[in-house]
């Protein structure tokens, strides 16, 4: 079955995402990213974000056509992310979109980041469909929430976020504490699997006693604490462990013990919602669904409470633009009306 031809444009973060799809079948998914400049930040510049963006959006819109063999003649509609996110990267996808949409005639629609995280399922190639109510867990480099999902246009409620880092942010951050490049999360995770230990022996997630933000009993009994998250106080605790530590304590236990610890409490406020909602699925979302632990503990709490757990492939996992395509086609095939052409961005998730 066919089903509306949308070109989806993602630029909230550092990722330049530009994605077709034609209902729920994927055609192209175009991303650059500007990762690598940000490297000897040690997270992403805003402001370096942006000008990427300038520079990867034109191409990338050409490539995705080309790879999916369609014209803009052909779209049926333009989507494009209004947010959250960084309000100078979104500005320059949102721009894009509406040059696009003026010049084409081209409905258009800005739509939200974190339903697209969770629509993208509708895409995924080995996807059994969207199948609603979930709860679905987002953590990336920019964000880290927890939210209830009944309708992917209209039934979405935040149930909590993080109030500090993002779950990604924290493992950049650590990882330059460690000596490890920018992305931290992938280099933690080999540290933490011991790839980089001299014998090649893995880190003992228990090795050193990290803090669990926001997981007291009186957090809990919090209902805006209860499925918030909080990692500055790790972070600083990384820091200070550290520094007092003199490289006694081998890397690999520091980075698989800071690994559990986000871990840890990510996984145990997602079974508290799934818990107190009665939802049986999880979805998993964000650069940090890549994470080997999270995939594995998550999954075992999941199988523990009979819960099904989906994840979908780690490329539509990471920003990019056929979630936002996704999106697009779900909206538009339920005859929903266009943005006013007036919308502008959201930095802040409500
Ligand atoms: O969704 P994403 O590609 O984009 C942005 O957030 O912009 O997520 C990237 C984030 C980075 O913070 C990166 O360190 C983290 O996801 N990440 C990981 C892993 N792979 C990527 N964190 C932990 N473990 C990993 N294996
Ligand atoms: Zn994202």
């Known amino acids: 079955a066919a089903g509306p031809l949308v070109l989806g444009i993602e630029s909230s ?71 959250p996110g960084l309000s100078g990267a979104l500005l320059v996808g949102v721009s894009a979109a509406k040059g696009l949409a003026a010049a084409t005639g081209k409905q258009l629609y800005g739509l939200n980041h974190l339903a697209a995280h969770v629509a993208v399922d509708l895409v995924a190639p080995d996807a059994p469909g969207l199948e609603l109510p979930t709860i679905a867990l987002l953590v990336s480099g920019g964000h880290t929430e927890i939210l209830r999902i009944d309708d992917i246009v209209d039934g979405i409620e935040l149930l909590g976020s993080t109030i500090d880092d993002a779950a990604g942010e924290a493992f950049d951050k650590t990882a330059r504490l460690l000596g490890l490049d920018y992305p931290g999360g992938p280099n933690i995770s080999k540290a933490a699997a011991g790839a980089f230990d001299p014998e090649g022996r893995p880190g003992d997630p228990h090795a050193v006693s990290f803090p669990r933000g926001l997981m ?91 819960v099904a757990l989906r994840v979908p492939p780690l490329s539509l ?16 095939r339920r005859g929903l009306p266009p943005s006013d052409p007036g919308f502008g961005v959201t930095s802040s998730l409500e």
């Open 317 to 332: 996992c990471t920003d990019n633009g056929a979630m936002i395509a996704a999106l697009g086609a779900e909206v538009v």
């Open 13 to 83: 973060c550092d990722e330049t995402g530009v994605g077709i799809v034609r209902g729920t079948q994927l055609l192209a998914n175009t991303v650059a990213t500007s990762m690598d400049e940000h490297v000897r930040y040690g997270g992403v510049v805003p402001e370096v974000a942006s000008r990427a963006h300038v520079q990867a959006i034109g191409p990338a819109i050409r490539e995705a056509l080309a790879t999916a063999g369609v014209g803009l003649d052909d779209l049926d509609a333009i989507a494009v992310t209004a947010g």
């Open 216 to 306: 007291t009993g009186k957090d809990l009994r919090r209902p805006e604490r209860r499925y918030a998250f909080s990692f500055s106080g790790l972070k600083t605790a990384a820091l200070r462990f550290t520094t007092a530590d003199g490289g006694r304590t081998r890397q690999a236990d520091v980075a698989a013990s800071f690994e559990q610890a986000v871990v840890d409490v990510l996984v145990a406020k997602t079974m508290l919602a799934v818990e107190d909602t009665g939802i049986d699925r999880v979805l998993l979302g964000g650069g940090v669904a890549a994470n080997a632990r999270l995939r594995e503990t998550l999954g075992q709490a999941c199988a523990a409470a009979g």
